[in-house]
């Protein structure tokens, strides 16, 4: 590959980025070619010791969305931190998304379980005003509001653990994906 077709399918594939961002990238990529051809090496040389255009953009995608989730810990950015580390390679879909399918699972059934236990009096008083309820299960039901407002608090704490520690695990996915993969240095 020569460095017109890597610069343009560098280009190509880092599209998502801000331009601004983007054309820093690009012009650090010209200066690996520029030191490269400086040393002596021919263009397909520096474009294969810098590995696929496609898979760097990847993973400086992921890099992104992974600091980004870092920076502010929300549910919406470490989803999609998720997905750019799950597009790094196939492997990832087993070792990334099943946990993560899991996780939100549990967590989300959490977040269920607490707004029903805490609309319980409600539906109790609904139930009384149309005569299938009695007291004794109003009581039981306040009781569960009490249990769910707990729950909801316990539950802000256990999403925000789920978010920070998930992040973590990609992060360390993100550097086994890059350990497992060809680097050199040009």
Known sequence: MTKHEFMKEME?????????????????????????????????????????????????????????????????NMVRATWAVIGLSFFNIIVVLGPFVAIVGIILSGWITSGAFIIAPLLAILGI??????????????????????????????????TIGFTRYLQFNMSLVKGGMKHEKI
């Not at 990847?58 to 992104?64: G, I």
């Not at 249990?147 to 256990?158: A, C, K, S, T, V």
């Open 12 to 76: 190509r594939s880092l599209n998502a980025l801000p331009s601004e961002e983007r054309n820093e990238i690009l012009q650090d990529f010209e200066e690996h070619f520029a030191i490269g051809l400086a040393e002596g090496k021919r263009e397909e040389e520096i474009a294969d010791a810098l590995g696929s255009p496609d898979q760097i953009a990847r993973e400086m995608n992921a890099n992104r969305h992974i600091s980004t989730a870092n920076k502010n810990a929300s549910f919406g």
């Open 129 to 162: 005003l149309a005569g299938g309820s009695n007291l004794f299960d109003f009581s039981v039901s306040i009781a569960l509001c009490g249990i769910g407002l707990l729950l909801w608090m316990l539950m802000i704490r256990l999403t925000r653990w789920f």
